[in-house]
């Protein structure tokens, strides 16, 4: 079925456009910069920079072939400095050596579903609308929920409502699924989300918002495998990024979040011997961090557009040759009794990590 290009569906308001904006703009400003969107959805924040840097070549990536359609159609009139790629944002390396392009200078995740994916009941992402269960970012591979939900045996579901929707009742969620499976197909969103709410008791039900969040989001970031393709996507773009570049990422749930601050400040810190007093060459720190922590969305960004709510943003830069310690070898800050700088020791473990 084609695709009306006279007005996108879904809406499209981009997240932190100002602040990814303000954070990016020394990067977008180097000479010959090469920006990717890794998440390039309905192109709202692409579009924003190619108006703002007329200079910039923009790659755009995403798997959703229905998103690429509508930026295709958006970003029409910046064709001439635009690479719109099919592709998921892990495959960054592959699409670098295809389009030639040796390094990028800024580059931008906007993690979790699209504006798209979530307004079309048709994809199956909402558990407030009835649509078949489908769940594929990319509806041209892969399987979907509906084949997760009915052919994945019962600890399997366990461990994926456990491990992504970090549902406290998956066992009991999963055996009423297996029941009604039993019986028949479980084909649509509207009858998950049934079960689900079933299964959950009416205490747990009171707080927390709709009980099929945590189900929904488990079984979508299975059936997408998102969180492996974040692990090694981070780490292929901080690769590619060139001296002085700047990376931003917006997560919204504490498992993306948690994998993007381990990939980013682990570039923060010396990799050589923890006890020497110099800094061999080579072993330095090859990021800043250019957030404390993560920046969460203001009031008024959330009063205007409530899908902020749950964001949480960092950024860093590549720091370039003369910043970092590939010459000869240098001082280095003292390890204090509380960890101090550079690596963590044996068994040390980060402030807040583990934490949701």
Do not use: W
Request: charged share 30%; aromatic share 4%; net charge negative.
């Amino acid at each position: 079925m084609g695709v009306d290009m006279g007005e996108p569906r879904g809406t499209h308001v981009p997240v932190l456009l100002e602040r990814c904006l303000e954070l990016l703009a020394p990067a977008l400003e180097l000479p010959g910069a090469v920006h990717v969107d890794f998440t390039l959805g309905l192109g709202g924040h692409a579009e924003a920079v190619l108006e703002r840097y007329p200079d910039v070549v923009l790659i755009g990536l995403d798997r959703d072939t229905e998103a690429l359609a509508h930026s295709r159609h958006r970003l029409a009139p910046y064709a001439g400095r635009a690479h719109l790629v099919h592709a998921v944002y892990d495959e960054l390396p592959r699409v670098l050596d295809e389009l030639g392009i040796p390094r990028i200078h800024s580059g931008l995740f906007d993690l979790g579903v699209s504006s798209l994916q979530l307004d079309e009941a048709d994809r199956g992402f909402a558990y407030a609308q009835d649509a078949p269960l489908d769940m594929r970012m990319d509806q041209t591979t892969g399987i979907t929920a509906e084949q997760v939900v009915n052919e994945y045996e019962p600890g399997e579901l366990v461990r994926i409502l456990r491990t992504y929707g970090e549902e406290k009742f998956a066992t009991r969620v999963v055996s009423s699924i297996v029941r009604e499976r039993q019986k028949g197909r479980i084909t649509s969103t509207a009858r998950l989300s049934e079960l689900v709410k079933e299964a959950i008791p009416a205490a747990a039900r009171r707080t927390g918002g709709n009980p099929s969040k945590r189900t929904f989001q488990a079984l979508r970031i299975e059936v997408n495998g998102e969180l492996a393709t974040l692990e090694s996507a981070v780490p292929a773009a901080l690769d590619a990024l060139a001296p002085k570049g700047r990376l931003v990422v917006m997560s919204y749930q504490s498992l993306e979040d948690r994998i993007v601050k381990r990939a980013l400040t682990a570039r923060t810190r010396s990799t050589g011997p923890v006890d020497l007093p110099v800094e061999l060459p080579g072993t330095g720190p090859t990021l800043r961090l250019l957030t404390k922590g993560s920046e969460p969305p203001s009031d008024d960004e959330v009063a205007a557009n409530p899908r902020a709510a749950s964001v949480k943003l960092r950024a860093v830069e590549r720091l370039d040759k003369n910043d970092q310690a590939t010459g000869a070898a240098r001082e280095r800050p003292r390890l204090s009794t509380h960890g101090g700088r550079g690596r963590l020791r044996p068994g040390e473990r980060e402030e807040g990590e583990g934490k949701a």
